[in-house]
T-cell receptor
Framework: DADVTQTPRNRITKTGKRIMLECSQTKGHDRMYWYRQDPGLGLRLIYYSFDVKDINKGEISDGYSVSRQAQAKFSLSLESAIPNQTALYFC?????????????FGPGTRLTVL | AQSVTQLGSHVSVSEGALVLLRCNYSSSVPPYLFWYVQYPNQGLQLLLKYTTGATLVKGINGFEAEFKKSETSFHLTKPSAHMSDAAEYFCAVSDWGGTASKLTFGTGTRLQVTL
């Protein structure tokens, strides 16, 4: 009964293709985040959202876009994938009422762009 | 702006030995600090967090960390390593300020536990 789910878990695609990664949560949290993880670089924030009408760029948003379809759903799109977007992508959520912003992570999507 | 530095991208210890993973932070406001663990092929899960109050924080699986403001550190320790502790560990700092809140992560430390 995972609280934060991500689909797909693994994806191989080709340069130039459009791809969407999806995140759903049952925690009832308002805040949702997309990160990418690269070896030696840790987690870097791509986009975040505090409610359905709120979208904010993170530190590495170029080449990505997001959609917050509902409180529980936050999708990440790569309009034209390139090889250096090969990475592990994580979705996370947190409760807007939590002043410390403890975040809860999904299992990740491993994306390979050939 | 916040930042986190984790010294040592790889740490190897023997089973039963002390685990020490180092984390130093930079923050313009009183920090909220976290340690997360990532087991192979899994997402990150919270080990422990420091918000306010007691500076020695105990977490899951026997880990603890001490917040030292004078040293801007939040090192993670465990008295006796177990094989199941092999994972990657991330230190993070929260930039809490009203409703705008993000976590800044360190680059991670991979812990190897040997027999």
């Amino acid at each position: 009964d995972a609280d934060v789910t991500q689909t797909p878990r693994n994806r191989i695609t080709k340069t130039g293709k459009r791809i969407m990664l999806e995140c759903s949560q049952t925690k009832g949290h308002d805040r949702m985040y997309w990160y990418r993880q690269d070896p030696g670089l840790g987690l870097r924030l791509i986009y975040y959202s505090f409610d359905v009408k709120d979208i904010n760029k993170g530190e590495i948003s170029d080449g990505y876009s997001v959609s917050r379809q509902a409180q529980a759903k936050f999708s990440l799109s790569l309009e034209s994938a390139i090889p250096n977007q090969t990475a592990l992508y994580f979705c996370a959520t947190s409760d807007l009422r939590d002043p410390y912003n403890e975040q809860f992570f999904g299992p990740g999507t491993r994306l390979t762009v050939l | 702006a916040q930042s986190v530095t984790q010294l040592g991208s790889h740490v190897s210890v023997s089973e039963g030995a002390l685990v020490l993973l180092r984390c130093n932070y930079s923050s313009s406001v009183p920090p909220y600090l976290f340690w997360y663990v990532q087991y192979p092929n899994q997402g990150l899960q919270l080990l422990l967090k420091y918000t306010t109050g007691a500076t020695l924080v105990k977490g899951i699986n026997g880990f603890e960390a001490e917040f030292k403001k004078s040293e801007t550190s939040f090192h993670l320790t465990k008295p006796s390593a177990h094989m199941s502790d092999a994972a990657e560990y991330f230190c993070a700092v929260s930039d809490w300020g009203g409703t705008a809140s993000k976590l800044t992560f360190g680059t991670g430390t991979r812990l190897q536990v040997t027999l």
